[in-house]
């Protein structure tokens, strides 16, 4: 490929309030040595990227503008740089979006997923909703060829869904899904498919809900209509969950799981509370014996190839937790779509003149 300097349209933040900018963007072809280039075919909109659009607290504190955002995507490698030899031109490829420092403590007896020099693509360095990203060819996952790029694009949320779930053994367990937004939704997905007793999903927003259900969640709670604690406990025999998945973050939803965990049971944590969880130390967690887990992205690259699997396996029904695809450019629409709650993932594809 010609060292030309490569126009693209690029989503960027550059203005300390709501929105983003679309703009015409130059992007340099030179790579270091261990990067790739990547034509970004399809890219989904994430949370962090709604919290990136309003601009709320956590992006005023963490943010340098500008920034590309996006991070989420799937794509072609067209260069690579000169001591890149994991990966080669043609492949297709998803990211870790964790650029991890491989020197650390964490790194060096393989947890990498909780380096503590994590950098995140798209939240600190320039990220995907764009024609084309440059990544460090480490954080590159070849996919299979023929997979489809919709699917592709969705894999590294999926595999936080696939991390929450399968840290505790859910074959032939009760097991409770906090909150129902798109990763939720995949949590319901991946329990299905790992052979869970019964699934009981928890959430406020009919969509979803009903999109729960149509994904096998056995039993479907409001918990604005019901008593969480009550129900879980009639749907287990007085027993309570085996496991919970928690996605919500919600303050009320995440204390009253160790109301009806059961005693050595599991809990994995992703969900981010924004206000101080009360629990009962004492009788909820030390004398239930119970084990709590906190979910950091993707285990590098364990999670991954669980990843993989289930994608080439055709064993998910992602066509039905993609709920809405659109145009890069339409990516607040995304937003506010995403604001609203009646959505599952939304996938952003590039059109042909973003590639200028």
């Known amino acids: ?12 933040k550059d203005h300390p309030k709501k929105g983003f900018s679309i703009t015409k963007k130059k992007l340099s072809p030179d790579l270091n040595k261990d990067e790739v280039l990547i034509k970004v075919k399809t890219a989904s909109f994430c949370g962090t990227d709604y919290h990136i659009y ?16 996006g991070h ?39 947890e990498g997923h909780i380096c503590e020099n994590t950098e995140i693509i798209g939240v600190d360095t320039d990220g995907c909703f764009a ?21 592709l694009s969705v894999q590294e949320p999926l595999g936080n869904a696939v991390h929450t779930m399968t840290h505790f053994d859910v074959k032939d367990k009760d097991v409770v899904i906090l909150g129902c937004g798109p ?18 999903a928890v959430e406020v927003n009919e969509y979803r809900r009903n999109l729960a259900k149509e994904l096998g969640a056995d039993v479907v709670i ?12 009639e749907e287990t025999h007085n027993r309570g969950a085996d496991v919970i998945g928690e996605f919500s973050g919600n303050k009320t939803a995440i204390e009253q ?66 709920t809405h695809t659109m145009p890069l450019k339409d990516v607040e629409k995304a937003a506010e779509i995403m604001k609203s709650g009646n959505s599952g993932k939304i996938v952003l594809i590039p059109q042909e003149e973003d590639y200028e």
């Open 257 to 322: 799981s160790f109301k009806y965990i059961k005693p050595g049971g599991g809990i994995s944590l992703l969900g981010i509370p924004a206000k101080d969880i009360t629990i009962d130390l004492a009788n909820d967690v030390v004398f239930k014996g119970i084990s709590i887990y906190g979910v950091v992205g993707r285990k590098i690259y364990d999670t991954w190839y669980q990843v993989k699997d289930l994608i080439d396996r055709k064993v998910l029904n992602l066509d039905k937790i993609i």
């Open 183 to 200: 990763l939720g939704l995949m949590g319901v997905d991946v329990t299905k498919v790992y052979g869970a007793k019964k699934i009981i």
């Open 131 to 151: 024609g084309y990203v440059k990544i460090p060819a480490a954080n590159c996952f070849i996919n299979s060829k023929d997979a489809n790029p919709l699917h």
């Open 1 to 12: 490929m010609k060292s030309d300097t490569l126009s693209m349209t690029a989503i960027v």
């Open 222 to 233: 409001n918990p604005l209509e019901e008593d969480v604690i009550t129900r879980v406990l």
């Open 72 to 110: 989420e995507f799937s794509g072609e490698i067209i260069k690579v740089g000169k001591n890149v030899d994991s990966v080669k031109l043609g492949d297709v490829v998803s990211a870790e979006t964790h650029i991890i420092c491989n020197e650390c403590e964490f790194c060096l007896r393989d």
């Open 54 to 69: 309003e601009y709320d607290d956590w992006a005023k504190k963490r943010l340098n503008l500008p920034l590309t955002v």
